[in-house]
């Protein structure tokens, strides 16, 4: 049995049982991409640079930036483990759920404690009822003798979204997370004594780490299959004429776009690991490949300015400069032979040093390594 973590919550909450199943780790693009926006903003806290909607909202409050906490269900005290622990909650007993929170707000004054999450676009749920956040606000609101707290998720292109949560909000959310690890522990011991357990597929399905070893999922991959072989016989996959069948169609789309979704997520995490061995002869894996250019902006206004003026020069370069920008400048001026004036200017800015390509990697197709054959000499 494993205890989620705050950010799991909600997936325990709707199904129990996934915490008695084996846990796989899968880091995506997205996740990635998170994580190195959580950095900046951490490094810019400790800096002082406070978001403007948030220093706007909460002025003179001490901020600090991935503030790692822990709530222990049974005596229901909550504590402090650090900053920047980097999600290392080895020091925890048994009893505690842990979480790490994005930024921690606190007016020594005025004894008020602000929790906000970073979010870029993908809505969550709301902070009023967001496990997250009130596993975050109970546990440092009680570790620092608090009745209360405000919880916000700032999100990067929508308004943040903010609520208060009184002492009798933390006391029902102390009692929620208590009947969420009753629920996983219920469910252990259901598999201990070999019972059948029941697993909730939904939205949570999306971040839950036991997808690869749960047996809906299973069930999904062995109905797809089946579907797969109907088409094959010329049969429809589904009555899309008859409603019912519509909606079956449309729930089952879901379930299999999750489905997807987290296999090649898993693939990518392989691929990136070690190369895998494909049936049509190739490999997929990690190869090398040429980046996009990058050009100097100041240079090839230079050039361009010189060769056909400043107003064509203002049209290919605003800020930064790509090929897209200068083609347009050139059609735009009239340019006879365009494309060979536009491959004569980029040589020029080539030559001058003003073009740039770092290769990178991508995950991809590539052709085994051939065996070298024949005896040894």
Known sequence: MKLPTSSKLYVARACPPAFVLPHIDIRTKYADDGLEHHAEKEAGIANGQIPEAIAARWPGFAWRAELAYAFDYVSGKGRVLGAGTKRDYSSASTTEVCGTADAVGFHA???????????????????????????????IARANGLDAAEVA???????????????????????????????????????????????????????????????????????VEARVEQAAAGKLLFA???????????????????????????????????????????????????????????????????????????????????????????????VASKAAEERAILKELRDRGGIKNEQKEVLDEYDAPQLATGSDP
């Open 109 to 139: 004054e005025e004894r008020r404690l602000v929790v906000v999450d970073w979010k870029s676009y993908e809505e969550v749920e709301r902070a009023a009822v967001n496990a997250q956040l009130h596993l975050a606000a109970l546990a």
């Open 153 to 223: 998720i700032h999100y990067e292109a929508r308004p943040m979204d903010v609520a208060e949560l009184d002492t009798f909000d933390l006391e029902n959310f102390a009692a929620d997370v208590a009947t969420i690890v009753g629920g996983i522990q219920a469910a252990d011991r259901m598999q201990e004594r070999g019972e059948a357990l029941a697993f909730s597929e939904g939205a949570h399905c999306k971040y839950c780490p036991a997808f690869h070893a749960c047996p809906a999922k299973k069930q999904l991959v062995a109905q």
């Open 240 to 334: 899309l004429d008859d409603d019912e069948e519509a909606a079956n169609a449309y729930e089952f789309a879901e379930r299999v776009g999750q489905l997807l979704g987290q296999l090649r997520a898993a693939l990518a995490m392989r691929g990136k690991e070690r190369p895998i061995p494909l049936r049509n002869g190739k490999m997929y894996g990690l190869v090398p490949k040429k980046g996009n250019d990058k050009l100097d902006g100041d240079l090839l206004y230079e050039i361009v300015r010189a060769k056909h003026g400043q107003g064509i020069a203002d049209a290919a370069v605003v800020r930064s400069a790509t090929k897209k920008r200068l083609g347009e400048a050139l059609a735009f001026a009239g």
